[in-house]
């Protein structure tokens, strides 16, 4: 592509080609961005012209990326990042309006910290999206690089020099239990009871670390890989589970459950944020980081 083409590349091009990545289909793509999903089929085909690739594959549940669109995304990602920063230095940082932020966190921490954040940015912030989209450990930094995320709250996992990252604490885990559920009141209780087990993979947890070392073996009914349906699953049973305490503290606040101490030592962990070390002069992005440090010092009861 010589310096001709460049100079005759619109733009919105790019816009749609992150619409597409993100939302997996042109009709989706097109509600997103205002048009018809003929002018993004349109623009599709000049994105693969452009390229000389075909950059997305049609399956049963949408358009699929190539590997070719997959490295592009970040690098076009970032591109219009870069924009809309020299944007908003125009504006004195201070237009947000129509701007959309993706915050990576387990939903753990989305249960405690969401809807505090939302009225927050509600109030300094109007006019801003925010998308929660979770993460973990073992996937947040590369959603960060691969700018699927703006922002992470994360135990773990970022270690990137290309990632400028704060330590929020250490966190800490509380029982939970329906309300009318007696909690236990020794290791050797609270190992025979039957206990929710919420972990992504479903067999092992940090609880069986913890009571492992303690020469005891839990008796697990069931397990769930989403804390937002421990509630749910709770309720009028028998059971307990072990979570971490903000998220104890944030469901027994909407629903009939009551916290307790855990009876065996469980260990504790680092939380911390990053975000890119290129998104530093993102006006938006840094108040909103800076809002989620608040909330976090406010209520997440780290040591």
Request: with cysteine.
């Given at each position: 592509?010589?310096?001709?083409?460049i100079?005759r590349?619109?733009?919105?091009l790019?816009?749609?080609f992150?619409?597409?990545i993100e939302?997996?289909?042109?009709?989706?793509?097109?509600?997103?961005?205002g048009?018809?999903?003929?002018?993004?089929?349109?623009?599709?085909?000049?994105?693969?012209?452009?390229?000389?690739?075909?950059?997305f594959?049609r399956?049963?549940?949408g358009?699929r990326?190539?590997?070719?669109a997959?490295?592009?995304?970040?690098?076009?990602?970032?591109?219009l990042?870069r924009?809309?920063q020299a944007?908003?230095?125009?504006?004195?940082g201070?237009?947000?309006?129509?701007?959309t932020l993706?915050?990576g966190?387990?939903?753990?921490?989305?249960?405690?910290?969401g809807q505090q954040?939302l009225?927050?940015?509600?109030?300094?912030?109007?006019g801003?999206?925010?998308?929660f989209?979770?993460?973990h450990?073992g996937?947040?930094q590369?959603?960060?690089?691969?700018?699927?995320i703006?922002?992470?709250?994360?135990?773990?996992?970022?270690?990137?020099?290309?990632?400028?990252?704060?330590?929020?604490?250490k966190?800490?885990?509380?029982?939970?239990?329906?309300?009318?559920?007696p909690?236990?009141t020794?290791?050797q209780?609270?190992?025979?009871?039957?206990?929710?087990?919420v972990s992504?993979?479903g067999?092992?947890?940090?609880v069986?670390e913890g009571?492992?070392?303690?020469?005891?073996k839990?008796r697990i009914?069931?397990?769930?890989?989403?804390?937002?349906?421990?509630?749910?699953?709770?309720?009028?049973?028998d059971?307990?589970?072990t979570?971490?305490t903000?998220?104890a503290?944030a469901?027994e606040?909407i629903?009939?459950i009551?916290?307790?101490?855990?009876?065996v030592?469980m260990?504790?962990y680092?939380l911390?944020?990053g975000?890119r070390?290129?998104?530093?002069?993102?006006?938006a992005l840094?108040?909103?980081?800076?809002?989620?440090?608040?909330?976090?010092?406010?209520s997440?009861?780290?040591g």
């Amino acid at each position: 592509m010589n310096s001709v083409d460049i100079e005759r590349i619109d733009l919105n091009l790019l816009r749609v080609f992150v619409a597409l990545i993100e939302e997996g289909g042109a009709s989706r793509a097109a509600i997103r961005l205002g048009v018809t999903q003929p002018a993004v089929s349109a623009a599709l085909g000049r994105l693969r012209e452009l390229y000389a690739d075909p950059l997305f594959e049609r399956t049963g549940r949408g358009l699929r990326p190539t590997m070719r669109a997959n490295e592009l995304a970040p690098l076009i990602s970032e591109a219009l990042n870069r924009c809309r920063q020299a944007l908003a230095l125009s504006a004195g940082g201070k237009e947000v309006n129509g701007r959309t932020l993706t915050i990576g966190l387990s939903d753990d921490s989305e249960i405690a910290l969401g809807q505090q954040l939302l009225q927050r940015v509600e109030r300094q912030l109007p006019g801003l999206r925010i998308i929660f989209r979770q993460t973990h450990s073992g996937l947040v930094q590369d959603m960060l690089m691969r700018h699927q995320i703006d922002i992470a709250v994360s135990a773990g996992g970022l270690s990137s020099p290309l990632i400028a990252r704060q330590r929020l604490g250490k966190g800490n885990y509380l029982g939970i239990a329906d309300a009318n559920n007696p909690v236990p009141t020794s290791a050797q209780d609270y190992a025979q009871r039957p206990h929710l087990l919420v972990s992504s993979a479903g067999y092992v947890g940090i609880v069986d670390e913890g009571l492992n070392a303690a020469g005891y073996k839990r008796r697990i009914r069931a397990s769930t890989s989403h804390f937002a349906a421990v509630p749910f699953l709770l309720v009028d049973t028998d059971l307990i589970t072990t979570v971490p305490t903000h998220a104890a503290l944030a469901l027994e606040r909407i629903s009939r459950i009551r916290s307790f101490a855990c009876p065996v030592p469980m260990p504790s962990y680092e939380l911390e944020i990053g975000m890119r070390v290129g998104s530093k002069h993102d006006t938006a992005l840094l108040q909103v980081r800076e809002l989620i440090i608040e909330l976090v010092a406010g209520s997440f009861r780290l040591g």
